[in-house]
């Protein structure tokens, strides 16, 4: 999966969550960065069950950067870690809306037989909607988005992306 950082948002910051549920149910995540200067950790101290990524973005007019970010979640004795490519943009500088559309793609499963979840939100400035080809197969504006068969179904799934103002993107 990937995220994009600094992508017109004044703030360079990302809210990540901390903790799940509760009592015997509470699984506690760990954010971890990589390289570890480009993002650092502090609790919110608004919600204890979020932390805070604070993100050091390039100068304007420096290059883009990739940074591994990686949650590690631990419940009893039981951990699962997961990693995401998260990319920071330099100060004052935007990613185009195929570069956004493309990240977004490639969250994208091409075969699946489970239901897929899909990105509703963007950044500040951004409007992301989907539609299929086949709604009974595979429906993105319901919660339970795939219809399982017996039978292999070939479905198109479209992300129309917009900038406030601006013209859509498919």
Do not use: C
Not at 78 to 98: D, H
Not at 103 to 108: C, L, N, R, V, Y
Request: aromatic fraction near 6%.
């Amino acid at each position: 999966n990937a995220f994009v950082i600094g992508s017109g948002t004044p703030q360079a910051t990302i809210r990540l969550q901390k903790t799940s549920g509760s009592g015997s149910d509470q699984v506690t995540i760990e954010w971890k960065a990589e390289p570890e200067d480009k993002i650092t950790f502090s609790d919110d101290p608004y919600n204890s069950s979020q932390t805070i990524g604070t993100v050091t973005q390039p100068e304007a007019g420096g290059e883009k950067q990739t940074v591994t970010l990686t949650a590690t979640a631990k419940k009893g004795n039981a951990t699962a870690t997961r990693t995401f490519t998260v990319i920071v943009y330099p100060k004052n500088t935007e990613p185009t809306l195929t570069e956004l559309l493309n990240q977004i793609i490639a969250t994208i499963p091409a075969e699946t037989d489970k239901h897929i979840n899909l990105m509703r939100n963007v950044g500040n400035w951004y409007n992301l909607t989907w539609t299929s080809s086949k709604p009974d197969v595979l429906n993105p504006s319901n919660g339970h988005n795939v219809t399982r068969d017996l039978v292999d179904r070939k479905v198109t799934l479209t992300a129309k992306l917009k900038k406030w103002g601006g013209t859509p993107e498919t």
